[in-house]
T-cell receptor, first 116, second 112 residues
Framework: SQQGEEDPQALSIQEGENATMNCSYK?????LQWYRQNSGRGLVHLIL?????REKHSGRLRVTLDTSKKSSSLLITASRAADTASYFC????????????????FGKGTKLSVKP | NAGVTQTPKFQVLKTGQSMTLQCAQD?????MSWYRQDPGMGLRLIHY???????DQGEVPNGYNVSRSTTEDFPLRLLSAAPSQTSVYFC???????????FGPGTRLTVL
């Protein structure tokens, strides 16, 4: 399966705390992407980390990738109420690996709730 | 750029009716996909296209048809609506196989 699996399924924290979400996958990847979905909205791309990268930062976001363990983590530092959303990881396989080319397969996501 | 647009935003159908969900993008992207999202199920891929004239099935293609006559448009057709197709439908596009996907705002469909 090309699907990523997010853990935990739900996470509730206070404003100002850090939030960590994990993603595991089973295939060999070219990159791994993280997306956010606010309630009732379309997904928004947050960050892409390539298979030869171990860590990447974007603002308050920090993503790590361990290809030997086939896992990734997303850290949101100093969380805000506006970070309340569902977060999805999407591993991107190399071209011609298995089926479903040219698209991403999503898991069920981590539902993050940040309380003021 | 408008990005990815979807129409309609909401739709109610009766069982057995047919309809087309519209999706358009103005970014000249080759890759386009349709997903459905049900509560607690995440997103599931219905159909996708890697360019005009080329489409393929995703995880849950039954009951849906697609075509890609232009780069910009990727309509999704429900042939004979069933209550099990009640869902939120998202269209997405990408300029490259490996790049990020851009999502539309979604169409919320209810089949009675």
């Amino acid at each position: 399966s090309q699907q990523g699996e997010e853990d935990p399924q739900a996470l509730s924290i206070q404003e100002g705390e850090n939030a960590t979400m994990n993603c595991s996958y089973k295939t060999s990847i070219n990159n791994l992407q993280w997306y956010r979905q606010n309630s009732g909205r379309g997904l928004v791309h947050l960050i892409l980390i390539r298979s030869n990268e171990r860590e990447k930062h974007s603002g308050r976001l920090r993503v790590t990738l361990d290809t030997s363990k086939k896992s990734s983590s997303l850290l949101i530092t100093a969380s805000r109420a506006a970070d309340t959303a569902s977060y999805f990881c999407a591993p991107k396989t190399r071209v011609n690996y298995g089926g479903s080319q040219g698209n991403l397969i999503f898991g069920k996501g981590t539902k993050l709730s940040v309380k003021p | 750029n408008a990005g990815v647009t979807q129409t309609p935003k909401f739709q109610v159908l009766k069982t057995g009716q047919s309809m087309t969900l519209q999706c358009a993008q103005d970014m000249n992207h080759e890759y386009m996909s349709w997903y459905r999202q049900d509560p607690g199920m995440g997103l599931r891929l219905i159909h996708y296209s890697v360019g005009a004239g080329i489409t393929d099935q995703g995880e849950v293609p039954n009951g849906y048809n697609v075509s890609r006559s232009t780069t910009e448009d990727f309509p999704l057709r429900l042939l004979s609506a069933a209550p099990s197709q009640t869902s939120v439908y998202f269209c997405a596009s990408s300029g490259d196989y490996y790049n990020e996907q851009f999502f539309g705002p979604g169409t919320r469909l209810t089949v009675l």
